[in-house]
């Protein structure tokens, strides 16, 4: 099965920067790599719902963003490395989540995040006023 790992959050101050990673491991399900993943990335706060930052098509050529992170973070990935980032630039205090990385195979990148089917265990982002 299909093993996600995020790595990179921390706490730091309004405006700062910071990246995420998220690698894949494990056994891949018969003919599939992890080009064959739509990669997302999700973040939820304590009492809030859990809402989509940004997601990535395996070619790279179809990318969607949250319109509260436009401009500010940029996702990408490097699938020789089964590897997916997340550039995260003038943080705000509202940008403090939980962040989480998901999978699903496909191509689409705005598909409902139950259809994402596998799920890192988190990394916890606080950026401080």
């Known amino acids: 099965q299909v093993q996600l790992s995020e790595s990179g959050g921390g706490l730091l101050q309004a405006g700062g920067s910071l990246r995420l990673a998220c690698a894949a491991s494990g056994r891949y399900p018969p003919g599939r790599t992890f080009s064959s993943y739509v990669m997302g990335w999700f973040r939820q706060a304590p009492g809030k719902e859990r809402t989509l930052v940004a997601a990535?098509?395996?070619?790279?050529?179809?990318?969607r963003y949250a319109d509260s992170v436009k401009g500010r973070f940029t996702i990408s990935r490097d699938d020789g490395k089964n590897t997916v980032f997340l550039k995260m630039n003038r943080l705000k205090p509202e940008d403090s989540a939980v962040y989480y990385c998901a999978a699903r195979v496909g191509t689409v990148v705005s598909r409902p995040q139950n259809e994402y089917r596998y799920w890192g265990q988190g990394t916890q982002v606080t950026v401080s006023s």
């Open positions: 990535i098509s395996g070619s790279g050529s179809s990318i």
